[in-house]
Every structure is written in C-alpha cells, then in structure tokens.
C-alpha cells in the first residue's frame, strides 16, 4: 500500500500536513497510561530524529512491564525496513495477552 500512501500524502493541503504535524508534536501520554497492566511493546528505529527516540523512550518509562525495542536500521519505517521485527513483537504481545 506504499504507493496509495505517497498518493494520499501528496494531495494533503500544506495547511492539512501543517495541522497534522502540529498535532503530533503536541502529543502527551493519556493520563490513564502508567495503570495500564496489559502487555506493551514500544518500537522505534534508531535512525529517528532524538524527538521520537526520547518519546519512546519515556513512554516506556511510564508504563512498567512495557517493553523497548529499538530498530537498528530503521527511521520512520520499521513496518518497510525491518517488518520481522514488528511481527515478532506484536507476535509477543498478542501472545501474553491470551
């Protein structure tokens, strides 16, 4: 679906992808978040900007038992360049919520 993605991305209005780039920015944990006791895993590639690195990161702080795992050879794009990665950690997670 990489193409129909680029597509839909490209027709944004530069005030949408404005608008849109504000809003996760601007993005706080919900307070509920540290009492969640389900299973968690946070994924981010090493290769993104130290923004998203450190929002992982404290977003894995606040939830005890959650998991981080960071992409080596990802940015933005763990789904395209490192999809077993992604499958074994939902793998993980589906796993111990049964």
């Known amino acids: ?19 849109s780039v504000r809003e996760n920015l601007a ?9 969640y006791r389900g299973p ?9 900007r130290r ?6 990161r404290r977003t894995n702080e606040a939830l005890p038992g959650s998991e981080l795992a960071i992409a080596a050879d990802s940015a933005h794009d763990i789904p395209f360049t490192d999809p077993a990665l992604l499958a074994e ?3 993980a997670v589906a796993d111990v919520s049964r």
Not at 27 to 35: E, H, I, K, Q, Y
Not at 40 to 48: P, T
């Open 1 to 19: 679906l990489l193409d129909d993605y680029l597509a839909e991305s490209r027709a944004l209005r530069p005030a949408t992808l404005l608008a």
């Open 27 to 35: 993005f706080d944990l919900p307070t509920g978040w540290s009492a």
């Open 40 to 48: 968690a895993a946070v994924l981010v590639g090493a290769r993104e």
């Open 51 to 56: 923004l998203m690195l450190d929002s992982a």
């Open 89 to 91: 950690r939902i793998r």
